[in-house]
């Protein structure tokens, strides 16, 4: 069964690698109705992210405006499709043991972060901490963080409760600059 989960999880990580790897623009839009009843849609993910004073925060977000009508490939049907502007460079899987704690530290890359099992925290800098589930997503970019008086740097995370935590993370190739919450910004170039 491990085998099965392992396998799974290496078939989607490297599904989203290809989905974002693919140039905007390059699948072709399929006629059809759009859905009706319901307009383009909101993903919501927690932004962590570094001001000016290389302080973290974290703030809640939507991905929206990005989405478009379309296809994601010839002869699939279409849907709502957001690509983000920055391609993927590397996928990891982690799985987090019961009880771990990773104490402050920045994120490594750039990172979409998606847990697939078990419950995760991540505390920031100003004090915020935010627990997450299976599906919920978050974008960590708190590179550039200086220490605070007590030697804090970056964020701490963990698990919650008695179970381990498996999470996926999708770091994008470029580095980050400091910006605003909910504005992914590398290098002079907008991603969302």
């Not at 010839?74 to 920055?86: F, K, T």
């Not at 099992?117 to 004090?127: A, K, L, Q």
């Not at 935010?130 to 974008?139: D, I």
Request: aromatic share 8%; with cysteine; net charge neutral.
């Amino acid at each position: 069964m491990k085998n099965i989960i392992a396998i799974l999880m290496l078939f989607l990580a490297y599904a989203l690698l290809m989905l974002m790897a693919v140039p905007a623009g390059t699948s072709k839009q399929q006629t059809g109705p759009k859905p009706q009843d319901a307009g383009k849609p909101g993903v919501p993910y927690w932004h962590v992210w570094t001001d000016e004073n290389g302080v973290s925060h974290q703030d809640r977000c939507e991905l929206t405006n990005g989405f478009k009508y379309e296809s994601i490939a010839q002869g699939a049907a279409p849907s709502w499709v957001y690509r983000l502007g920055a391609p993927a460079k590397r996928i990891v899987v982690m799985n987090l043991p019961a009880g771990w704690v990773g104490e402050w530290h920045e994120n490594p890359e750039p990172q979409w972060i998606v847990p697939l099992s078990g419950r995760w925290f991540v505390e920031t800098m100003d004090g915020h901490r935010v627990e997450m589930g299976p599906g919920e997503l978050s974008f960590g970019n708190d590179q550039n963080t200086k220490p605070d008086a007590l030697g804090r740097k970056g964020h701490r995370s963990g698990t919650v409760g008695d179970q381990p935590c498996t999470i996926l993370m999708v770091q994008v190739d470029q580095k980050p600059v400091n910006c605003q919450p909910c504005q992914l910004k590398y290098s002079g170039t907008w991603i969302l």
